[in-house]
């Protein structure tokens, strides 16, 4: 662990004024009565069982929901029976865009979805983009620019608003997933979930557990990097991936 | 802090109306996202789930602030907790302050900058290119208007008053490419500049839709994904925020998450949300190594102290009242002489930055209350409006706001509206007095410069009519209606 950075000297008096502002002299003592920060870690787990269970019990009602949300917000969705027609959609999509540089991230999906050796029998070649003994900052952010398509997996997919939470790590760059003109999210049922207050309610309990192991980044993707900004026209792929591919397993 | 010219808005808001392809732009973009907005929440949820999000928003909301205090602290201790520094700024100056000291002491060169509306306070730009830093702002339309020297349009759509080919000159000049009436085109040569300045930049500097005190987790909400690549690309990061950016748990986002881009754009949720709260860890592949926090007052304290206007800071700054404001929609942005407009802008700006510079914004609406109706958090805006507009009228900027003219009308008003009679004495003058003007059915100009004339400069009077309502009633209407069904009704 870092250590922790030091208060900031204007603090004390800034947080006066406010409470002054406030009509109150002293601080407040007790927390203030709000529903969400109310729970402790033993009431957040069982909350987090019961959303856990729900989600199982509906699995392929929230895979379908998934798919329709997500094909709604402008992901080209692509369904999977195993691991292995998984693989050959990768590489199907980076067949048909004539990908010369495509990278990865390195994660456990890879393992039960071998899409190198899919990608390797239509001649490409995907490099893994991490930053590795010899790579500095400079040269992954250059490697990421020039990749054509970037595979990584998810932590999670929110069938309410085809959100994936894709959460960088090691193996994980943050720009795989953002640099590329090409994005393929490989995702496994079991991380599906149906609502956005099901991810929270797993995130806050993640935070409450993970003693000092804070996960300080995580990004949702939910469809094409976009913009209206000239004329509200709406254009594709910004800063962003402009093409992006939801591959479900499932 | 960026420069006033609410004092200007009468002015500005005669050119706005004059523009014609700016009439026609404006008309043109806030319709679609009106019906982007009433066509998702149908689809999604209905009146009724909607009303229900928006007042539980608004009490979550409403809660943070009275007790914001404490969950300042509480920010303060999560941010830092996961190895994040937070700075208090009192003001605008403070807050540059602190900016330019980071940037210093890291030999920062270049910053690309994510849309952040505390840094439009704060005119930022100017003190980092004094300084011989430069700024680049990485929202397509931030870009363009930064390319333009001017200040956002719209909260949301910062450069919806410039057309492709205004743009096309923009980057012609700018970035010496090829003119072109393509827009895709256009965005491909920003985004190509843009790239450049990521790889090259030492510092990113992002806004912060929601700040979460019990994580101390800052969520943005984008949609080019330049939010991303601020927060991912430079080895520094700093956020500015507004300090009543605050919801108090990560299981409040997902209303906020719901009501934000719905409020907004009209869609369901934006391209990203970016989660950070830290710099990245050491094992991370790639990230900032340094996370700033700026929590910002310049000015917002003036709205706390005040209970009445406390709720304008429930605002999360989705813009649905722009885009349902009649007055907006003829006048646009610039004409408010800040950095916020519409309704929102001219309850914030006054006790933001000075009342009497400000003092015409309050007046900038016809009160009809579609602003209260599609605010996410259910700010009354209409009733601040007129807590504003008393504060003016009862002298509290040291002088009278009124003149003696409309002093006296307002005098005679109060003694006609008492007196039935002296109330039709008085319709009866007026109509005698108009009579000559009346042209149609209207009075276009009145005589007398400024003092009356001045009612007529911007607008016509229907003419009062030749007899007055009281006087039909008492010669012909009592007499017809005296039976109607054969049963006497007084």
């Known amino acids: 662990m870092p250590p922790t950075p030091e208060e900031h000297p204007n603090k004390a008096a800034f947080l006066l004024r406010v409470r002054s502002a406030l009509g109150r002299t002293d601080p407040i003592v007790h927390m203030p009565d709000h529903p969400s920060l109310k729970s402790n870690a033993v009431r957040q787990q069982e909350k987090v069982r019961t959303i856990v269970a729900r989600n199982e019990a509906r699995r392929s009602s929230a895979l379908d929901r998934l798919a329709r949300t997500a094909a709604a917000a402008s992901w080209n969705v692509r369904r999977a029976g195993d691991a292995e027609e998984a693989a050959s ?25 071998n899409i190198d050796a899919a990608l390797r029998s239509v001649g490409v070649s995907p490099a893994i983009l991490a930053s590795g003994r010899s790579r500095s900052r400079g040269a992954l952010r250059d490697m990421a620019f020039r990749a054509d398509m970037g595979v990584t997996g998810v932590s999670y997919a929110i069938a309410e608003t085809a959100s994936c939470a894709v959460t960088p790590r090691k193996g994980v760059a943050r720009l795989a997933s953002l640099a590329p003109p090409r994005l393929v999210l490989l995702i496994e049922p079991e991380q599906v979930l149906e609502t956005l207050d099901d991810f929270f309610a797993i995130t806050r309990l993640n935070r409450m557990q993970a003693r000092g192991r804070t996960i300080n980044y995580f990004n949702f993707i939910s469809g094409p990097s976009r913009t209206a900004d000239i004329e509200q026209t709406l254009t594709i792929g910004v800063h962003g991936p402009g093409e992006v591919h939801m591959v479900i397993l499932g | 802090m960026a420069e006033v010219k609410s004092a200007e808005f009468k002015k500005a808001s005669g050119r706005a109306l004059r523009d014609e392809k700016l009439q026609h732009s404006l008309e043109h973009v806030m319709e679609h996202f009106v019906g982007a907005r009433a066509s998702v929440i149908e689809n999604d949820f209905g009146d009724e789930n909607w009303e229900a999000m928006r007042t539980r928003a608004a009490a979550i909301k409403q809660s943070t602030l009275e007790h914001l205090d404490y969950y300042l602290d ?144 800052v969520c943005l909400v984008t949609n080019e994904g330049n939010g991303r690549m601020t927060t991912s690309a430079p080895r520094i990061h700093v956020v500015l925020a507004g300090m009543e950016k605050i919801v108090p748990a990560v299981e409040d986002l997902a209303l906020f998450l719901r009501l934000l881009p719905r409020s907004a754009t009209g869609q369901r949720i934006t391209s990203y949300n970016t989660f950070v709260g830290g710099p990245r860890a050491p094992s991370d592949e790639d990230g900032p190594e340094e996370f700033h926090l700026v929590l910002v007052d310049n000015g917002r304290l003036n709205l706390l102290r005040d209970e009445v206007m406390r709720e304008a800071l429930r605002c999360i700054r989705c813009g649905a009242c722009l885009n349902h404001c009649p007055v907006y929609r003829k006048i ?65 900027l040291g002088e009278r706001s009124t003149t003696w003219m409309e002093r006296l009308f307002v005098g005679q008003w109060h003694g006609a509206m008492r007196n039935r009679k002296a109330l039709e004495g008085k319709a009866n003058l007026g109509r005698l007095l108009t009579r000559p003007f009346a042209r149609g059915g209207k009075v276009r100009k009145l005589p007398f410069a400024p003092m009356v004339s001045g009612w007529t400069a911007s607008r016509d009077f229907p003419a009062p009519a030749p007899r007055s309502f009281a006087r039909l009633w008492r010669e012909e209407l009592a007499h017809d209606n005296a039976h109607p069904n054969g049963t006497e009704q007084g």
Not at chain 2, 136 to 146: H, K, S
Not at chain 2, 172 to 186: F, G, V
Request: hydrophobic share 40%; proline share 4%; charged share 25%.
């Open chain 2, 74 to 217: 509480m920010v303060d201790r999560s941010v830092r907790r996961n190895g994040g520094h937070v700075y208090f700024a009192d003001d605008a100056a403070q807050a540059n302050a602190i900016v330019l000291d980071i940037a210093k002491r890291n030999g920062v060169k270049t910053v690309i900058k994510s849309k952040s509306m505390v840094s439009e306070e704060m005119g930022i730009n100017h003190i980092l290119e004094r300084e011989g830093i430069e700024p680049v702002e990485t929202d397509l339309g931030e870009y363009i208007i930064q390319l333009a020297g001017e200040t956002p349009f719209h909260i949301i759509a910062p450069a919806m008053h410039k057309t492709r080919q205004e743009v096309s000159a923009l980057f012609q000049e700018w970035l010496k490419t090829a003119p072109t009436q393509d827009i895709k085109r256009l965005c491909v040569y920003a985004r190509d500049a843009l790239r450049e300045k990521f790889a090259a930049a030492d510092m990113g500097i992002s806004g912060a839709n929601f700040v979460v005190a019990e994580t101390g987790t």
């Open chain 2, 332 to 396: 646009g942005g610039h004409a408010y002489g800040w950095v916020y407009s519409g309704p929102i802008g001219a309850i914030v700006t006054p006790p933001m930055t000075n009342m009497k510079v400000a003092r015409d914004l309050p007046y900038a609406s016809t009160l009809c209350g579609t602003c209260k109706d599609v605010c996410p958090v259910k700010i009354d805006i209409p009733r601040l409006l007129l807590h504003l507009r008393h504060k003016v009228a009862e002298g509290a």
């Open chain 1, 89 to 113: 959609i990768v590489a199907e999509i980076a067949q048909q865009s004539g990908v010369k540089n495509l990278v990865r991230s390195a994660e456990d999906v890879f393992k039960r979805v």
